[in-house]
């Protein structure tokens, strides 16, 4: 895959995605959401990539932010679009991929690159990574899901103030908080996403993609979660991965997963 302003590095059943505009610190412009878009959607039918890492180039940023000079002199029309836009194509796409994407937050995290890091799956960060959502800062609000996945993720109290105020948070800070899992040094950081994908890898990708949809659900109105775990519990014992993975345990071996 060939892509301007991304990387993408196939590592067996891994692969890792970094945004490389680093003398914009991988501010994310339209190209690149939209190459954003083409690359996970590539890799979530690839079936041999069973985990993906998102971050940033440089040491300094992971995204800090949307490209500014994109849009400052948009209409309501214009910045009506480019939210739904960016939410269709990179930021609830990344939410409801099949595949899990795992942000390795090696630096700025701030506006649309927070809300990317909070799209997806989990979060790592490294210590000097700082984290906010600075929009109301410009005169606007959080376009791409902010205003929505922060709380999700550190609580109504917690968003309303990092919102209002403008704000960056420290790693230490967004690990407090339930922003992140992790934080490491960081030459650390893509060694410990790595781990961890490779202890994901090991599991079954079908049963992932519907425990993903069903814990999605949960945060979508209008779906009643517990309606969704039901409907992808009883669905999974139609997979060929149930069938491998039952029949594992009881001969006591490994499971080798399609
Ligand atoms: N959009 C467009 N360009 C951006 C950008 C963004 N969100 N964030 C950084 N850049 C560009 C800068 O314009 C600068 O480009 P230039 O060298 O051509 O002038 C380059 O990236 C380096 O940024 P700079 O501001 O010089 O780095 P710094 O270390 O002084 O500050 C930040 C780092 C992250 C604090 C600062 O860049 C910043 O506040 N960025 C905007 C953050 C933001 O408001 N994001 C939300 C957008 S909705």
Known sequence: MNFENILVELKENLAVITIN??????????????????????????TSVKAIIITGSGEKAFVAGADISEFANYSIEEGTELARKGQELLFDFVQNLSTPVIAAVNGFALGGGLELAMAAHFRIASTNAKMGLPEVSLGLIPGYGGTQRLPQLVGKGKAMEMIMTAGMISAEEAKEWG????????EELLPLCEKLASKIIRNSSTAIAAA??????????????????????????NTNDFEEGTTAFLEKRKPNFE
């Open 21 to 46: 505009r680093p003398a914009k610190l991988n501010a994310l412009n339209k190209n690149t959401i939209a190459e954003l878009h083409d690359a996970f959607k590539a890799l979530d039918l690839n």
């Open 179 to 186: 922003l992140v899992n992790y934080v490491v040094e960081q």
């Open 212 to 237: 993903i949809k069903a814990i999605n659900a949960n945060y979508t109105n209008c779906i009643n979660g517990f309606a969704v775990e039901i409907e992808q519990f009883g669905v999974s014992f």
